[in-house]
């Protein structure tokens, strides 16, 4: 049973579809600079360039620590005490760090400038930096900046200010021929999956934002339609729609329905025959439903209650209980964009918690209450739960591992069934 305990610091306020518990207390989320993990492998040509303290070097260096790589494409410019105690001119810092790093990587094409809480805090202008950096070393370089800091912010948002900072840089599109751009970083394995789907029922120009290289921008203009691959993608979305790009609605791409919907907006934005729709995906989606199966056995019946983490929870609670038969308990998200999710969460049953926001205290006691099978949550609580008993699964880990589309269904189930497994065999 799901416990809601209401307080003065919480209140349950009217929606228009359903009841949302929203909470404005502590919260355990990490900033937006760990996008820059998934991002850096994504934009081949392009380095981040995180203007922080010695505290966003270690965040940045013990997310992303774990590969190897000859020459990283990414640092941090440490500010020290006299930049923070404007004993510095912090500009010539950053030129001078920003030229030593040109001397040494002339194969940059893109430079983000990563602003962070420090440089927000000492206001630092970064987008006056990136202008000037720009005229310096323009047209092969583009310096481009945008904020990963932590103050009322949750990581994915970096993804977001990030793409929609590189819309800037985009070309408008000129074509009067209907083109689709997918937003949202996927893995290559994962992009060339969805290429070959978008071929197969014979879209002609098709993109993905971002490209694998920023030379690859593609030409957005109002006659763009765009599908997002991520629900966290806001401040992109809006400025996509500002452009007069149109944004196609649909599930998000995990599991074989979401995939399925997914896929069908597009097919049924640009005339695609219904027969030849299906006859495209039927041994896709076939093959992810089989992979399901597996895990199905497994995981039904099972309790899960999900922490604000990523904000990839509304879906995933849909995946999970459409999917695998989960017994959702409370969806707790950072923030709810409706209009995005919104599809996702309607399809949730009517006794889900839903709530954004987090007062963390109150969400552990629902959360100690409800004694899920499962917990999804950040790190700083994984280990805490485990030790009371709880199974418990690090929601980052499904941002970084490859869960879009019909092939990854399957290890999309396996991420929520294995801590299940791991936790009935300790308890044995
Ligand atoms: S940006 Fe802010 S929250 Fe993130 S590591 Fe730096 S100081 Fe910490």
């Given at each position: 049973m799901t416990v809601l305990d209401l307080t003065p610091r919480t209140a349950i306020q009217p929606a228009a579809r359903r009841t949302v518990l929203r909470e404005r207390g502590q919260r355990e989320v990490f900033c937006g600079l760990t996008g820059i993990v998934w991002l850096h492998r994504k934009i081949q040509d392009a380095f981040f360039l995180v203007v922080g303290s010695r505290t966003c070097a270690h965040l940045i260096q013990s997310a992303a620590g774990v590969m190897v790589f000859a020459e990283p494409r990414f640092a941090t410019a440490i500010m020290e005490e006299r930049d923070l105690a404007g004993m510095a001119d912090a500009n010539e810092e950053l030129d001078r760090v920003v030229s030593e790093l040109l001397a040494r990587?002339?194969?940059?094409?893109v430079l983000f400038l990563v602003g962070s809480c420090p440089s927000e805090v000492i206001k630092l202008d970064l987008s006056r930096a990136a202008q000037r950096l720009s005229g310096r070393y323009g047209p092969n370089l583009r310096v481009v900046n945008y904020s990963g800091s932590g103050i009322e912010t949750t990581f994915t948002q970096g993804e977001d200010a990030c793409l929609a900072a590189l819309l800037d840089e985009v070309p408008v599109d000129p074509s009067t021929e209907a083109s689709l751009v997918v937003v949202g970083t996927l893995p290559d394995i994962v992009e060339d999956q969805f290429q070959r789907l978008f071929d197969a029922m014979g879209l002609p120009r098709v993109a993905f934002?971002?490209?694998?290289?920023?030379?690859?921008m593609p030409a957005i203009g109002p006659n763009t339609r765009f599908l997002l691959a991520?629900?966290?993608?806001g401040e992109t979305t809006q400025k996509l729609e500002g452009r007069g790009a149109q944004r196609l609605a649909a599930?998000?791409?995990?599991g074989a329905n979401g995939t399925t919907a997914w896929l069908r907006a597009a097919a049924e934005a640009f005339g695609v025959d219904m027969a030849r729709f299906e006859a495209v995906i039927a041994p896709a989606r076939d093959r992810a439903r089989r992979s399901l199966e597996r895990h199905r056995g497994k995981l039904a019946g099972k309790s899960i209650f999900f922490f604000p983490d990523s904000q990839l929870e509304p879906s995933l609670a849909r995946f999970v209980a459409e999917e695998l038969d989960m017994r959702v308990l409370e969806v707790g998200t950072p923030y709810l964009n409706r209009t995005l999710v919104g599809c996702e969460t309607d399809r949730l049953s009517a006794d889900v918690v839903l709530s954004e926001g987090q007062d963390v205290d109150r969400q552990l006691d629902r959360c100690r209450a409800a004694r899920p099978d499962l917990t999804v949550c950040g790190l700083g609580l994984a280990n805490p739960l485990e030790a009371e008993g709880l199974a418990t699964k690090w929601s980052i880990e499904l941002v970084f591992?490859?869960?879009?589309?019909f092939d990854q269904a399957g290890d999309l189930a396996g991420l929520f069934a294995r801590p299940i497994t791991r936790h009935d065999l300790l308890r044995v």
């Open positions: 990587r002339p194969d940059i094409r934002f971002p490209p694998r290289r920023s030379t690859q991520q629900p966290f993608l599930l998000f791409p995990f591992s490859p869960i879009h589309g």
